[in-house]
């Protein structure tokens, strides 16, 4: 396949889709931004990867029929999702249009991410975990199959590896390599940094957003702080920014650098606010899609929503709000038990 | 109890490593209280940092999750800080407070300089290489798999290679099989798991590796001899040099082709 259509169809699959699939989430929602529809996308993707790759993969399915219908179900949730917003659009009249205010900081801030998107995409950071995380990607491409086969060796799995079979997410890397035409490698070490690293500012940009919301001067310099405490996080391997820049192609960093955070974003504006802001359902995809990307999310996604609970218990002694995170965590807990029954 | 505060202690130095990072975070921090107390979302971000720290340091909290999660990576907690929106606010928190748009620069100026310092810069960790194939594994072995795929023509083989190799085989070409993987996971048997550790010991035996290579059916073999006397020891036990690839030398065995 020409390299332009490739390219075509990962942006088409990594950016237009997920967007356009946000706007099923904001339906008649008050609060929405570009950015918040393309986050939303995200969790509602993972959500429908997870809950399709874990059933199909005890199904013993083979990775094409996982390939179709998950690319239906994220077609016709786009499908929707553009409807919704051309609706809304429409029914919003031609009022004023909201222009995204900028300062000369912002674009600074703006060199500097599109700096290190093409660092993360163009230059190449060997990682020895690839051996499990890509391989597993390259091995479900080549053998049509999903989680059957060790990506170590190439032969059958005589024990599925109870510790990964849960949060899937190199099976997601060879569906998307399927759908794009690329190698799975070649969308690990190139697209997906450029993809999620961006992400990752898009998360850090509604902070700004919410922190410093009548300020533009303000929002650009904390961009610009974002992006230089990012760029020096090389003073040690073990925290998230040194993940986000080196690896963000394996769950574990993703979750790290781009989910933690908007997990955390989400929260305080649905647990820690007296009117939340988003829907319970953005906080509960959240919890899944960090379920998706490690086995790890799936009790840091936990710790993080329990903190909040109590924040919340203490701010506001609500009950259903506490009930509401409870179920939110509920995807953790049943993943949690279903390893435990199977390790 | 005690070795568990100590161990969340020493995971902490570990986690910050040579910066300054946990010092800006602080400063952040005091900061928000001094400055930004008037905002919600400051200062939920600050107590809930407070919190998870907290837990963190707690033997209590901390026995229980490291059950959960493993000892080993505990650290990975402390990737629920909000390190950067902290830090970055509370920067920007200082900053803002000026009207003047000279001192706003030149603060922001000084604050991203006590970043730098406090960091290390990603090129300067040696994170990055430059690489010349599009699939970003290291040049060699990329060459490797492509001088095996050439010689072995679409026929099926076994590959055994060293720690190094073995973790990239397969992330480059996934039709190339392995008798194992990285750290030697995927061993099938007790053979297997010796070749491995033959391979992979300081100074490998040739008679030793092509034995074991022979027994495991290995149709190639991928690794840096450390001396004359292996590639002497290889040939005899059947398998002949099919290239080099830098230090690296391809083993052939015609019998398992």
Same mark, same amino acid.
């Given at each position: 396949m020409n390299m332009v259509i490739k390219c075509l169809l990962a942006a088409l699959w990594l950016l237009a889709v997920p967007w356009a699939a946000g706007g099923t989430v904001f339906y008649k929602s008050k609060k929405k931004s570009m950015g918040m529809y393309l986050l939303a996308g995200y969790l509602l993707m993972f959500s429908v990867a997870e809950l399709m790759i874990l059933p199909m993969m005890w199904a013993k399915l083979s990775l094409h029929i996982l390939e179709y219908s998950f690319a239906g179900v994220m077609a016709v949730a786009a499908v929707a999702g553009f409807i919704f917003m051309c609706r809304e659009k429409r029914m919003s009249g031609n009022g004023e249009k909201k222009h995204m205010e900028t300062s000369v900081y912002f674009w600074i801030a703006a060199v500097l991410i599109i700096f290190q998107l093409a660092v993360a995409s163009f230059l190449a950071h060997m990682d020895a975990d690839d051996a499990f995380y890509v391989a597993t990607a390259t091995t479900s491409v080549h #053998?049509? #199959?999903?989680?059957?086969?060790?990506? %170590? #060796?190439g032969y059958a799995y005589a024990h599925l590896p109870s510790r990964y079979v849960l949060s899937p997410f190199p099976v997601f890397l060879a569906v998307v390599s399927s759908l794009c035409g690329f190698h799975p490698a070649i969308v690990a070490h190139m697209i997906f940094p450029a993809v999620f690293i961006f992400m990752a500012y898009v998360v850090l940009y509604q902070y700004a957003k919410k922190w410093f919301p009548e300020q533009k001067n303000a929002r650009g310099i904390f961009m610009i702080f974002c992006a230089v405490l990012i760029w020096f996080s090389g003073y040690s391997i073990y925290n998230s920014e040194n993940f986000q820049m080196i690896r963000i192609w394996q769950g574990k960093a993703c979750l790290a650098s781009v989910f933690l955070p908007l997990l955390l974003y989400l929260g305080c504006c649905?647990?820690? /606010?007296?009117?939340? /802001? %988003? #829907?319970?359902l953005l906080l509960l995809m959240a919890d899944i899609s960090c379920c998706l990307l490690s086995s790890m999310g799936i009790i840091l996604a936990c710790i993080m929503l329990v903190v909040l609970m109590v924040m919340g218990l203490v701010r506001f002694r609500s009950l259903e709000k506490a009930a509401c995170t409870a179920l939110c965590c509920l995807p953790s807990l049943i993943l949690g038990a279903i390893y435990i029954v199977i390790r | 109890m005690k070795e568990i505060v100590t161990w969340a202690v020493t995971i902490w130095d570990m986690y910050w490593g040579n910066g300054w990072v946990q010092y800006l975070l602080a400063l952040s921090g005091i900061g928000i209280l001094i400055l930004?107390?008037?905002k919600g979302i400051a200062l939920r971000l600050f107590f809930y940092t407070v919190l998870l720290l907290g837990l963190f340091f707690c033997p209590v909290s901390g026995r229980v999750i490291m059950r959960c999660i493993g000892e080993s990576v505990y650290w990975r907690v402390l990737w629920l800080l909000p390190t950067v929106p902290v830090i970055a606010g509370g920067f920007t928190e200082v900053v803002s407070r000026s009207k003047n748009g000279i001192l706003q620069a030149v603060l922001t100026a000084v604050l991203v300089g006590a970043v730098v310092i406090s960091g290390t810069g990603m090129i300067k960790a040696g994170n990055f290489e430059r690489v010349y194939?599009?699939?970003?594994?290291p040049d060699e072995i990329a060459m490797i798999c492509n001088k095996i795929n050439a010689d072995r023509n679409k026929r099926e083989v076994r590959i055994a290679a060293d720690e190094y190799a073995a973790s990239y085989i397969r992330v480059y070409d996934p039709s190339l099989k392995m008798v194992y993987g990285r750290r030697g996971y995927g061993a099938a048997d007790k053979t297997i798991k010796n070749l491995y550790k033959q391979i992979t010991s300081e100074i490998p035996d040739g008679k030793t590796v092509s034995d074991l290579a022979n027994t495991a059916e290995c149709t190639y073999v991928v690794m840096v001899p450390p001396n004359e006397k292996f590639l002497q020891d290889m040939e005899n036990g059947g398998y002949r040099i099919l290239d080099t690839v830098d230090l690296y030398y391809i083993f052939v065995c015609e019998q398992y082709r």
């Open positions: #053998t049509d #199959t999903i989680f059957s086969i060790n990506p %170590y #060796t649905i647990i820690l /606010e007296k009117q939340r /802001e %988003y #829907t319970w | 930004g107390r008037k194939n599009h699939r970003q594994v």
